[in-house]
């Protein structure tokens, strides 16, 4: 989901948590109005490899050990032109929480139209929910909440990017399984408890990492929805829920 852009971003931003993201976030700078396409792909490029190279560091290091030097190395650019594109590491971090986000989004609303068009609404439920909790996104949220509570721009402004994306894709798989005949008390207890359940999993993956294991809990989880599902739905119903 794409946020605006917003000007003037070495201002201090209101004190709420949209307004945190949305400031933190912004690259600012333009190019020569002559030579703006070259000069816009050729940021955007580079803005790329620094988010590419920030979630690296943050994957092997954590928050708190993450350098804008080392970054700055990895991405093949200057520290200079990392400070044009992310003027402090907060603005570094929350930009590179918006770039996860966008992806992870993207593939969501893409499982979401799948389902649209006939596919097992269960199955898709279980693919999204391994696919935020074991990817880059939850990661980095965990190692920004376990960091310094002192830099209260970071927390909020990551609180502010997690509701706006979850919120919204659980809300349509709500939707989704209520599609296919489920009253909706059912439906939202059976996307939050995947969810739970899937996210547990991504904790437990830091004690021991063991995806066959794993992948036999969610074999037995999926058999468990699918009789509790098929008591709250007529026979000719039953098929759409399997």
């Known amino acids: ?18 307004s945190v993201a949305r400031a933190l976030a912004s690259d600012g700078g333009t190019g020569a109005a002559g030579n703006r396409r070259t ?6 490029t580079a ?18 050990g993450l350098s804008t030097e080392e970054v700055s190395q990895l991405a093949g650019v200057s520290r200079g032109a990392l400070r044009h594109h992310f ?16 992806e992870m989004l993207s593939k969501s ?47 909020m402004a990551a609180r502010a990017v997690r509701r706006e994306s979850r919120f919204a894709i659980e809300k349509t798989w709500i939707e989704r399984m209520e599609a296919t005949g489920l009253p909706a008390h059912v439906a939202g207890d059976v996307v939050a408890l995947t969810f739970s359940i899937v996210r547990g999993f991504a904790i437990r993956r830091m004690i021991v990492d063991d995806s066959a294991e794993f992948e036999r809990l969610i074999g037995t989880w999926r058999k468990m929805v699918r009789q509790h599902v098929s008591t709250h739905l007529r026979p000719d119903q039953r098929h759409e829920a399997d």
Not at 39 to 44: F, K
Not at 48 to 60: E, F, G, N, P
Not at 87 to 102: G, I
């Open 87 to 102: 003027p402090t590491k907060t603005n570094l971090m929350v930009s590179t929480l918006h770039f996860l986000n966008e």
């Open 109 to 155: 609303w893409s499982r979401v139209e799948r389902a649209k068009g006939g596919a097992d609404v269960l199955d898709l439920v279980i693919e999204d929910a391994f696919d935020f909790f074991f990817g880059d996104y939850f990661f980095i949220n965990l190692a920004i909440s376990m960091s310094d509570e002192r830099n209260s721009d970071l927390h």
């Open 1 to 18: 989901m794409p946020l605006s852009k917003t000007e003037g971003a070495q201002t201090r931003p209101p004190r709420n948590e949209e």
């Open 47 to 64: 803005r790329k490899r620094i988010l590419d190279s920030a979630t690296r560091v943050v994957r092997m290091r954590g928050y708190d």
């Open 39 to 44: 000069q816009a792909e050729r940021r955007e």
